[in-house]
């Protein structure tokens, strides 16, 4: 009698409020090429951007964008609220959990711009099943998923234990 445990949970009530300024906020405009693959070839240099000129396409492939303007708008707007959400969410520390419940992210003026910015694209193609990747065109950041050989990676992971015990066992031996 008397084997009890008891949780005491407090509830905080706490404000975060902010003014942010962004610009530049990519959004890709092709519904062929994964979001994903895009955002992580991330950040463009956009201070030297040039008119367009068919002459940057020379020798290249390039496809017409099939993203209007307002669907990029609401792409642009969901993410940028996320990351306003994360920004402030990691102003809030010292709690076990915390949950937003309420959120008011207002949208002042929005400005939208077609730029092509340079990103390749390759395709590789290993026992049926095609990978992708892609390279930032100026700062040559490249992304994509690559095939794995799991018993390859358990050969190696092998390899490299049996060479760490032997550095390990017969460095130990001299140094006794």
């Given amino acids: ?27 890709d405009a092709s519904k062929k090429l994964d979001d994903t693959l895009m955002k992580d070839i991330e950040p463009y240099n956009y ?6 000129s068919m002459e940057y396409l020379s020798g290249f492939m390039a ?13 642009m707007k969901n993410r940028v609220e996320r990351y306003v ?3 402030l969410q990691g102003t ?14 207002r949208f002042t003026k929005i400005d ?3 730029a ?3 990103v390749y694209l390759l395709v590789h193609k290993y026992k049926g099943k095609q990978y992708m990747f892609a390279v930032n065109g100026q700062s040559g950041k490249v992304t994509g998923t690559t095939p794995v050989s799991f018993p390859k ?5 092998l390899v490299a234990f049996v060479i760490t015990w032997f550095i390990v066992v017969i460095g130990g031996a001299f140094l006794a």
């Fill in 47 to 52: 201070t030297d951007l040039k008119d367009f």
């Fill in 1 to 27: 009698m008397g084997n009890y445990a008891y949780t005491q949970t407090k509830f905080y009530r706490i404000f975060r409020e902010g003014t942010v300024l962004y610009e530049h906020v990519p959004v």
């Fill in 63 to 75: 496809e017409k964008y099939d993203v209007q303007s307002d669907e990029a708008e609401g792409i």
């Fill in 92 to 105: 809030i520390t010292g709690y076990t959990s915390t949950m937003m419940s309420n959120k008011n992210v």
């Fill in 112 to 114: 939208s711009n077609y």
């Fill in 116 to 118: 092509m910015l340079p």
């Fill in 153 to 157: 990676q358990l050969i190696f992971a």
């Fill in 85 to 87: 959400e994360q920004r």
